[in-house]
């Protein structure tokens, strides 16, 4: 299977706007990565965030919204979404799920 340039990256922008309006909603930085069928979230803050708002508003999103809607039509679902947390400037994350 092969992949146009311009169908990875309208997928890659639509997941990047999926997670700055969830980043946007518990108030913490995100970095994110995409590996196959997997979607990597590390939530950052000044101090950790709290591992279980972040889990409730992921889950809120996901039950308003499919994310595997925003993907082209040749992309491989997502069906695995992890998430970490840590301190800003710490090396390990503190929790993950």
């Not at 890659?12 to 994110?32: C, E, H, Q, Y």
């Amino acid at each position: 299977m092969t992949y146009s340039n311009a169908a990875v990256a309208d997928s890659t922008d639509a997941i990047k706007r999926w997670i700055a309006s969830l980043a946007k909603s518990v108030g913490v930085s995100v970095k994110w990565r995409r590996r196959g069928n997997s979607l990597y979230l590390l939530w950052e803050a000044p101090s950790c965030p709290e591992q279980a708002a972040i889990v409730a508003q992921v889950k809120a999103l996901l039950a308003q919204e499919n994310i595997n809607d925003r993907l082209s039509f040749d992309e491989p679902f997502i069906h695995q979404l992890w998430c970490y947390g840590r301190s800003q400037g710490a090396y390990e994350p503190a929790w993950s799920t």
